[in-house]
């Protein structure tokens, strides 16, 4: 083999693991947003503060799209696509946001962990997409992980079935999300992702817009605080935006299962930091929970599907 083709080899080789690096990274911003946004929360309504962040990301997403794919006119047939896409992607985050007025971060992190879970229900009910053995059971071992953490290790609180009030929301905030994601492949006509995206967060955005008038208007922007406008902007850019393009890259490099199987390390991420912000650490019982996500994304990533 010539140099110059060994030379073009190596970097395909790298491939598989730049998409592992970038679902690690991918699962540590979107760690942020659970630790930021739980500072926000009861700062700004859900439905303001989102709309302020959708707009912020479309921005970024469409320069971004300007300067590759374009936006050509055919990706606006059907707009009612993307109405459909936002108002899903944007009931999540609002719900997300409600849920963050009361629940812990690491707690509603968990909650997100049985995102996956409801995505397979999803998607074999609308693209007839079959879920392995091992999947499943990866899956359920995540889930009990995740139930684990979100009753913080109580069993007694567990055979009560005691969920508080802002899991109850977001939970159904990740029933939308995970409804989200089939639909996506479902609604897509061949649209390059990153003008599809655009055409979400601009429906999202108007979506909340009408939704949230009453917030957007009542709501002092300019006296708000340094730390809410940080969590805005990181919510933005770093973990819509940014989130974005890592998912993209490594779909293309790495298997379905093996991308999903990196919201199961969400929770840890969200510990590490609550400890970096000062909010000390959870208990040792809630840690067995993390082990068995962990667990999960392990079994996940051993072999393709």
Request: glycine share 10%; net charge positive.
């Amino acid at each position: 083999m010539s140099d110059t083709m060994k030379m073009a080899a190596k970097p395909k080789l790298g491939l598989p693991l730049r998409g592992h690096l970038a679902m690690l990274l991918f699962s540590a911003l979107v760690a942020g947003s659970f630790s930021l946004g739980s500072l926000s929360a009861n700062a700004v309504e859900p439905a303001a503060l989102n709309a302020v962040r959708f707009l912020i990301a479309a921005a970024v997403i469409g320069v971004a799209a300007l300067a590759t794919k374009g936006l050509p006119r055919t990706a606006w047939r059907a707009p009612w696509r993307y109405l459909v896409l936002g108002g899903l992607f944007a009931g999540y985050f609002v719900l997300m946001f409600e849920g963050l007025k009361t629940a812990h971060p690491v707690s509603t992190a968990a909650v997100f962990t049985l995102t996956p879970v409801m995505s397979a229900v999803f998607g074999w009910g609308l693209l007839g997409q079959i879920t392995t053995r091992r999947m499943l059971l990866a899956l359920a071992i995540g889930a009990v992980g995740a139930l684990w953490v979100i009753f913080r290790a109580d069993w007694a609180a567990f055979r009560r079935f005691e969920v508080g009030q802002g899991e109850i929301y977001y939970f159904w905030g990740c029933m939308l999300h995970a409804l989200y994601t089939p639909m996506v492949r479902k609604l897509n006509r061949g649209e390059a992702p990153i003008v599809f995206t655009f055409g979400t967060l601009v429906a999202g955005f108007l979506i909340l817009s009408v939704f949230g008038a009453s917030d957007i208007l009542a709501t002092d922007w300019f006296a708000l605080d340094r730390v809410v406008w940080t969590a805005i902007v990181y919510l933005a850019v770093f973990a819509s935006a940014v989130t974005f393009v890592l998912v993209q890259f490594a779909s293309l490099n790495l298997p379905s299962a093996k991308v999903m199987a990196y919201t199961y390390l969400v929770p840890s991420w969200v510990i590490c930091w609550e400890i970096a912000l000062g909010n000390g650490a959870p208990t040792g019982l809630v840690l067995v929970g993390i082990g068995l996500t962990c667990i999960a994304l392990l079994m996940l990533l051993e072999g393709d599907t």
